[in-house]
């Protein structure tokens, strides 16, 4: 038996769909405003961040991983940039229902927006040190009009992977709060599947579909083929990860839409 | 005589809590499937209210009265059964919850008032009212965590007094703050009886209730008895 549930508001529905964007919005200014309030370096924490895990993992790696690249800290670094916000997204989006709670008892609004604003206010970081990071590549030289079309592509990809995976990791966890350790623990054994400090064409040939099966592998070559020009491995099997992405995303969506009309009752 | 608008209607509504002793795990869901506590907070309960009605629900501890304003709010949807609602709830009950402590004042009244179903227009237009009757002065641009506690119940209050509610929800302890802001949000209540508003009330007292409201109901154990 289900319950059907109907509220009417003086509302029109475009009217609706516009206090929608107009609730997202106002939630990803407060996320980005509410973490850098009291950092004193303050926006320069989004790029640092980025740029010390670079040199760090950059000067380790590349004593030991025969990677054919002209530069391996540019190589890395544009892998390491939708790693660090797939990753940051989603570790979290995670708990994020749970330590919201004071907002979810306090009054009925779309629910989705404290995730969405979480994922748009690390978009906004993406955006930030992609465009610094443009520049540097504009002084080394090699960038191609044409291959940087795709980025605004690789980038709207990523995002809905970032998302379907929030909504579904945070609705679970409003149910099974151990779903947050197994983020925590699953996240950086991903980042050593997903080809960020090395390249495929490391790893054996008919390994290469299972690397696909990581939706991370192929997003990440579109980025590296953007910004970089790098080859893609295996194209073919790049169209199958963009289905599979958005299959999750809306996965994602179902299953924080059905969750989320009893998200008082679990926190 | 004009026909009654119905504001809120249930019919049969049930809700059904799993009970946890602990914090709900998946682990512990695959280690022991059958045992499942539920508990029956609202047991086929069904009511309207009509627009312009105060029904003031009495009840003890317990009985169902948090669970069936939270249906009518939204905030948590039934195991079964149907809700109507028709125009804006706003709830006068945990008035300081959802506000974000790194954020101003100013910046709270916007995303408070967004939480509570306003719209940006709306709020700008009622800024300086929000502002005013909340008596927060020079703190408006003070991040939120300077505030006493007083004064995140003013705000959270004249917030949601100038949401222009249709249906309020109001709770009998609900007196914010000290003796002068008392006066003037128990004045505010007033003010949204004497218009005629659709008013939802929860209390223990039953003096009280019937003295304010136009109908009264009783609630004990998930089942409304009159």
Redesign the interface.
Known sequence: ??????????MKLS?KQ??WL??VW??TI?EI??RY??AILGFLWIILNPLLQMLVIGFVFQFFLPVHVDNYFLFLFSGLLPWIFFSFTLSKCTPAIVYER????????PREAIILSIVFSNVFHLLVSLALFFVVLLFVGKVSLLQLALLPIAVVWITLLASGFSLLATA?NA?????NF?VQAVVPLWFYATPIVYTLDLIPQNLHALFYLNPMTAVIEAFRFALLGMPVTQASLWLVSVAASLLLCVLGWVVFQRES??F???V | MKKKQIAIELKNITKRYVLHHEKPTFSEQVIRRSKREEFLALDDVSLTIYKGESVGIIGPNGAGKTTLLKVIAGITTPTSGSVLVQGRVVSLIDLEAGFNPELTGEENIYLNGLVIGMRRKEIERVFKKIVAFADIGKFIDAPLYTYSQGMKLRLGFSVAVHANPDILILDEGMTAGDEGFRKKSGNRIRQFFEEKKTIVLVSHDMHFVTSVSTRTLMLTEGNVTY
Do not use: C, G, N, P
Not at chain 1, 175 to 179: C, K
């Open positions: 038996m289900a319950a059907t549930v109907e509220f009417y508001q003086t009217d516009l206090f107009e609730f106002a939630m407060k405003k509410a309030k009291h004071s907002l979810i008892k306090k009054a009925r609004f679970l149910r099974f709060r151990d779903v197994f009309r009893y008082d009752d679990w």
